[in-house]
T-cell receptor, first 107, second 115 residues
Framework: RKEVEQDPGPFNVPEGATVAFNCTYSNSASQSFFWYRQDCRKEPKLLMSVYSSGNEDGRFTAQLNRASQYISLLIRDSKLSDSATYLCVVNTDKLIFGTGTRLQVFP | GEEVAQTPKHLVRGEGQKAKLYCAPIKGHSYVFWYQQVLKNEFKFLISFQNENVFDETGMPKERFSAKCLPNSPCSLEIQATKLEDSAVYFC?????????????FGSGTRLTVV
């Protein structure tokens, strides 16, 4: 079993749609959690950290459920520029990456 | 600098040749990490450094891969006798902390193609 599991997608959604990605992790000792975004084999860029209390950054909302070892990302009002691969990342003693969920937003 | 600088951007090597990749971390970041991303999007951790000391090398293939971070020089990742399966994008990242509490900042990667 992979340490961090994500649905690979692709998720194809129209502009303006709301889309949600989920992720599960296996190591209960994991300390911090992130969503990264990767465009077309470029470097991954930190989108946001994820906290148990939930956190929001504009159209993006992230949530962590430690009991279920589950992380989510919600994107509201999708834009064409949101098209990318979204990587769920978990920190144990180093960052462990999920394989990513591909999002394609169409006009 | 304010970015992680990786060179070269692209590298092509024949099987059996040596490949050497370089990474300059962000100024003030003590930790450097190397990851390998192969076609299926999987990021594999290779090795990390705290300054010039190896911090964690649990992901390094022992036989052909080596890495160094020397004072006042870019860090390097070297692959002796490259194989076809070494073809990947190699990302370097740096961080102020070793625990990744605030995530890492990644360089733009070196795409290695072994032919």
């Amino acid at each position: 079993r992979k340490e961090v599991e994500q649905d690979p997608g692709p998720f194809n959604v129209p502009e303006g749609a709301t889309v949600a990605f989920n992720c599960t992790y296996s190591n209960s000792a994991s300390q911090s959690f992130f969503w990264y975004r990767q465009d077309c084999r470029k470097e991954p860029k930190l989108l946001m950290s994820v906290y148990s209390s939930g956190n929001e950054d504009g159209r993006f909302t992230a949530q962590l459920n430690r009991a279920s070892q589950y992380i989510s990302l919600l994107i509201r009002d999708s834009k064409l520029s949101d098209s990318a691969t979204y990587l769920c990342v978990v920190n144990t003693d180093k960052l462990i990456f999920g394989t990513g969920t591909r999002l394609q937003v169409f006009p | 600098g304010e970015e992680v600088a990786q060179t070269p951007k692209h590298l092509v090597r024949g099987e059996g040749q040596k490949a050497k990749l370089y990474c300059a971390p962000i100024k003030g970041h003590s930790y450097v990490f190397w990851y390998q991303q192969v076609l299926k999007n999987e990021f594999k951790f290779l090795i990390s450094f705290q300054n010039e000391n190896v911090f964690d090398e649990t992901g390094m293939p022992k036989e052909r891969f080596s890495a160094k971070c020397l004072p006042n020089s870019p860090c390097s990742l070297e692959i002796q006798a490259t194989k076809l399966e070494d073809s990947a994008v190699y990302f370097c990242a740096s961080s102020q902390t070793g625990t990744g509490t605030y995530g890492y900042t990644f360089g733009s990667g070196t795409r290695l193609t072994v032919v």
